[in-house]
């Protein structure tokens, strides 16, 4: 049972914007611990869009952007693209767990 | 290029010890980072099982803490796993992961491709 929460699934167009929310406590996203996010293609092992917050990785399209405010955060795709279609995680730390958590996940279909 | 690799034995009795390897290609274990296994059931999110800093400290999840062990041989450049008493909710696929730097609350940025195991009798 996931501590951060997040949609099952969001759809959009090609072109448009969709926005993933990830919702957690004051004992992890609003401790305030950083937010990262996982892209992970069917089959494969996840892939880091964004870390700390809103720190995009070397070789991650601009589309994506991530925020973080009080006990929630988010990560927005801007001009969706087919290869975007994937599930989307939200991961950050708990001090009461003593431990990194993960969010329950994202469907995203383009 | 780090590379991790995970082996296990992809099925495994119920009751049984799952014992798990990563192996690390063109990078040292013996530095700054935490060294972690995460573990996807079919069909569902990602779980984080246990990790330990290079220096030897190690944190499980809390609600696996009992039935979870870590090891690491440097000669080997390796990292184990050890779970105890599994079930079929053990079924999945088992990563290992690097965390960027030293930090605990950092993002895993080198992943393994994945080892499944199946609890099946």
């Known amino acids: 049972q996931s501590v951060l929460t997040q949609p099952p699934s969001l759809s959009g167009a090609p072109g448009q914007r969709i926005t993933i929310s990830c919702t957690g406590s004051?004992?992890?996203?609003?401790?305030?611990?950083?937010v990262h996010w996982y892209q992970q293609l069917p089959g494969t092992a996840p892939k880091v869009v964004i870390y700390?917050?809103?720190i995009r990785p070397s070789g991650v399209p601009d589309r994506f952007s991530g925020s973080r405010s009080g006990t929630s955060a988010s990560l927005a795709i801007t001009g969706l693209q087919t290869e975007d279609e994937a599930d989307y995680y939200c991961q950050s730390y708990d001090s009461s767990l003593i431990a990194p958590v993960f969010g329950t996940g994202t469907k995203v279909a383009v | 290029q780090v590379q991790l690799q995970e082996s296990g034995p992809g099925l495994v009795k119920p009751s049984d010890t799952l014992s798990l390897t990563c192996t690390i290609s063109?990078?040292?274990?013996?530095?700054?980072?935490?060294w972690g296994w995460i573990r996807q059931s079919p069909g569902k999110g990602l779980e984080w099982l246990a990790a330990?800093?290079?220096?030897?400290?190690?944190d499980y999840n809390p609600s696996l803490r009992s039935r979870l062990t870590m090891s690491v041989d440097m000669s080997k450049n390796q990292f184990s796993l050890e779970l105890t008493s599994v079930t079929a909710a053990d079924t999945a696929v088992y990563y290992c992961?690097?965390?960027?730097?030293?930090?605990?609350?950092?993002?895993?940025?080198?992943w393994g491709q994945g080892t499944m195991v199946s609890v099946s009798s």
């Open positions: 063109n990078y040292p274990m013996a530095t700054p980072h935490w």
């Open positions: 700390n917050n809103f």
């Open positions: 992961a690097r965390t960027r730097h030293s930090s605990a609350y950092e993002e895993f940025d080198v």
């Open positions: 004051s004992s992890n996203i609003g401790a305030p611990y950083d």
């Open positions: 330990m800093f290079y220096s030897g400290r190690t």
